[in-house]
């Protein structure tokens, strides 16, 4: 059974501050990793999608990488601002097409002005 | 393009009515997840339906809950009786082909009182 792990489970930092995130996985077998994002009482909004086949991907000041083999994804936030305070999941799909996410439990990130 | 819709946004529910959670995928999008999210605690997956077809079930209980896709029409989560430990936030999700990300919509907050 898939089991995402995610650490920290909150951090708080300052304004301006390069900070990453941790996710690990059980099951290297995994189709793609997906990185989202929650405000409260909101929706997921998609991050980043990095296949198994890539190592990393870029979407402006973010940046995930993902090594398959040991189970472990980073997720790097560069020159942090209070709009970026909100909760980071990790989820990963595994082999079999089509099957269900499994989602990590999250980072609540608190960006302090 | 839309994205995925979800509807209602908020549902109030006594104890023992029946609710209807309506989500309409993504155009082009033909693979539709639902998961619950209780308070403070993670996404936790429920079902996985193509179009007229419940593929994967393994999270949903198995008493009072049920889901279908028809072929013309939303995908309906429906939750007959429904007790106070039903109260959550129901997230449905759409993909399209395998190695595409999921794309969530908006959830629906359920509070039964």
């Known amino acids: 059974k898939q089991e995402v792990t995610q650490i920290p489970a909150a951090l708080s930092v300052p304004e301006g501050e390069n900070l990453v995130l941790n996710c690990s996985f059980t099951?290297?077998?995994?189709?793609?990793l997906q990185w989202f994002r929650q405000d409260p009482g909101k929706g997921l909004t998609s991050l980043l999608l990095?296949?198994?086949?890539?190592r990393e991907q870029t979407s402006g000041r973010l940046n995930a990488s993902l090594d398959k083999s040991s189970g472990r994804s980073t997720l790097y936030i560069a020159a942090s601002q209070p709009g970026d305070s909100a909760t980071y999941l990790c989820?990963?799909?595994?082999?079999?097409?089509?099957?269900?996410?499994?989602f990590g439990e999250g980072t609540q990130l608190t960006v302090n002005p | 393009n839309a994205g995925v819709m979800q509807n209602p946004r908020h549902l109030v529910r006594r104890r023992g009515q029946e609710a209807r959670l309506r989500c309409s995928p993504m155009k082009g999008h033909s693979h539709v997840y639902w998961y619950r999210q209780l308070p403070e605690e993670g996404l936790k997956f429920m079902v996985y339906?193509?179009?007229?077809?419940?593929?994967?079930e393994s999270g949903m209980p198995k008493e009072r809950f049920s889901a279908e896709f028809p072929k013309e029409g939303p995908s309906i989560l429906r939750i007959q009786q429904v007790v106070r430990g039903d109260s959550a936030a129901y997230f449905c999700?759409?993909?399209?082909?395998?190695?595409?990300?999921?794309?969530f919509g908006s959830g629906t907050r359920l509070t039964v009182v």
């Open positions: 339906l193509q179009k007229e077809n419940i593929i994967d």
């Open positions: 990095i296949q198994s086949s890539q």
């Open positions: 999700a759409s993909s399209g082909a395998a190695n595409y990300g999921y794309t």
């Open positions: 099951d290297s077998a995994i189709y793609n």
């Open positions: 989820a990963v799909r595994p082999e079999t097409s089509g099957s269900r996410l499994t």
